[in-house]
């Protein structure tokens, strides 16, 4: 995609599939691993994909929280409704294994807008059923603390430099940077502190299809797949939505739909 979207280019990394991506000024939203490397089976666990109902298309990425949510961006899910989805969990190769779960709702968040910039780009989606934990599903842990300049890695199935979608999950490691250093590629007015940037270099990064997937750095979800510069790789840093700044509205989002028992044994297992 090359419209003003989410993934931003500035367009956000919006589905490849489903939408069009949010738009940003001169650049586009959307989400791919261009440069990437082959997944192996197992080797990102927590990594999901989001799929049209209809016609079973790779649309998003997500990540496991535990056994019934999903966490990912809200540009992935509006305008739809549950039952527009279905997402894979289990496996790197779209076509091999895994397994398929529906959806009991979606939670956005309320403060999530693309206009004039993208904000609070972020969702979490409930399961009609658990997932079986294994080898090859797992949950990851979010990140609480503010960090700066660390290694990470990002991983999807957004469109590669083919202008495909891979099989084969693709991974990339890439370096976060302070807010500050990323205003010499994007302004203040585009990037806010509940964002993060991360680079590797030109010819690498995230675009279409990649959206809401993990960034993880330590053994933790540090970002959301939400937005970059088009084309996908050129060199700016990518946006992801800065997990940390809402670790407290996922708990909320996910409490209000548990019972306090079962909210205490979720919120342990998130939020270590």
């Known amino acids: 995609m090359t419209s003003k979207h989410i993934f931003l280019v500035l367009t956000f990394f919006l589905p490849a599939i489903s939408g069009s991506p949010i738009e940003l000024p001169s650049d586009d939203l959307n989400g791919r691993i ?40 809200a540009h992935c899910l509006v305008p739809s409704v549950p039952s527009d989805w279905v997402i894979q969990t289990g496996t790197s190769i779209l076509s091999s294994g895994g397994t398929h779960h529906r959806l009991a709702r979606f939670i956005i968040h309320e403060g999530y807008v693309t206009s004039p910039w993208v904000n609070n780009d972020i969702a979490v989606i409930e399961l009609q059923d658990e997932i079986q934990f294994s080898s090859l599903a797992q949950p990851i842990e979010l990140e609480t603390e503010i960090i700066g300049e660390v290694d990470g890695v990002v991983s999807g199935w957004g469109l590669i430099n083919t202008g495909v979608i891979p099989d084969n999950m693709q991974y990339l490691n890439k370096r976060t940077l302070t807010n500050q250093q990323c205003h010499a590629f994007w302004s203040t007015a585009l990037l806010g502190a509940d964002e993060i940037c991360a680079f590797s270099a030109v010819g690498q990064g995230v675009c279409s299809a990649d959206s809401g997937g993990p960034l993880v750095a330590n053994g933790r979800q540090i970002g959301v797949v939400s937005w970059g510069g088009s084309p996908c790789g050129s060199g700016r ?3 992801y939505v800065r997990v940390s700044s809402y670790v407290g509205w996922v708990n909320n989002a996910i409490s209000s739909c548990l019972g306090v028992d079962r909210l205490a044994e979720v919120a342990d297992r998130m939020f270590m």
Do not use: E, K, M
Request: charged share 10%; proline share 5%.
């Open 34 to 73: 261009v440069g990437g490397n082959d997944a192996a089976q197992g080797q990102f666990p927590y990594q999901v994909s989001i799929q049209r109902t209809s016609n079973g298309n790779h649309n998003c990425g997500g990540s496991i929280l535990n056994s019934r949510w999903i966490l990912t961006a």
């Open 237 to 239: 840093p990518d946006v």
